[in-house]
């Protein structure tokens, strides 16, 4: 089984410009979790997904970011514009059930804007 | 707010010796986990202990938790050099079964 995949693995930007993060869940994973790691913090959650549909997106920081997940497969999390704050590691995950656990994880996307 | 904290922040042991991280939390939980992050890779999953269970083995892993004080602990025994990572712990809570809370995490040296 493919485990959840997330592209590009690192991304360097300069403040001001567009940057779209991709993930792409486990096949058949109606739920899609969006969380980040800012500045060696912790990890906060932005967004859950249950297949194209936003169930809460109050982790989200502000208007500059947006995600999307067409026909409930892959999603992507646009940044636009980029702004210095929001360096660090995009995680994503999928899981079967809309519960707190049997999360698989990506490998994250290490976003650096500079 | 953040509901998870982790102590400590940096942890340093020779390998062989056993690793004691700890963690509180804030809010009622249904369960806790530990995750454990490799440099430069994402969360791997590694034990979840539920809100009525007091300890849980997972081969060299011991997790506790303690819901009087919200705190739990994960032993790693006998420690290896790849156990080096960062060791965060996440909660579920009552009210939003699906969004995990994590802590800061502890950053976890294993000297060879």
């Known amino acids: 089984e493919a485990g959840v995949t997330q592209f590009p693995s690192h991304s360097v930007i300069e403040k001001g410009q567009t940057v779209t993060l991709r993930c792409d869940p486990i096949?058949?994973?109606?739920?899609l979790y969006w969380y980040r790691r800012v500045m060696g913090k912790e990890i906060k959650f932005l967004l859950h997904?249950?297949?194209?549909?936003?169930?809460?997106e109050s982790g989200m920081p502000n208007n500059r970011f947006l995600a999307e997940r067409t026909g409930g497969t892959y999603s992507t999390l646009k940044v636009q514009p980029a702004e210095l704050e929001d360096s660090g590691v995009y995680f994503c995950?999928?899981?079967?059930?809309?519960?707190?656990?049997?999360?698989?994880f990506g490998s994250g996307t290490r976003l650096t804007v500079v | 707010s953040q509901q998870g904290e982790e102590d400590p922040q940096a942890l340093s042991i020779q390998e062989g010796e056993n690793a004691t991280m700890n963690c509180s939390y804030k809010?009622?939980?249904?369960?806790l986990q530990w995750y454990r992050q490799n440099s430069g890779r994402g969360l791997v999953h590694l034990i979840l202990i539920r809100s009525n269970e007091r300890e849980k083995h997972s081969g060299r892993l011991r997790v506790t938790l303690d819901t009087s004080k919200k705190s739990s602990s994960l032993l790693i025994t006998a420690s290896r050099a790849a156990d080096t990572a960062s060791y965060f712990c996440?909660?579920?809570?009552?009210?939003?079964?699906?969004?995990?809370?994590f802590g800061s995490g502890t950053r976890l040296l294993v000297r060879p």
């Open positions: 809010t009622s939980i249904n369960n």
């Open positions: 996440a909660t579920d809570s009552m009210d939003s079964s699906y969004k995990l809370i």
């Open positions: 997904f249950v297949k194209e549909s936003k169930q809460d």
């Open positions: 995950a999928s899981s079967l059930l809309g519960a707190g656990y049997g999360y698989t």
């Open positions: 096949s058949g994973h109606d739920n």
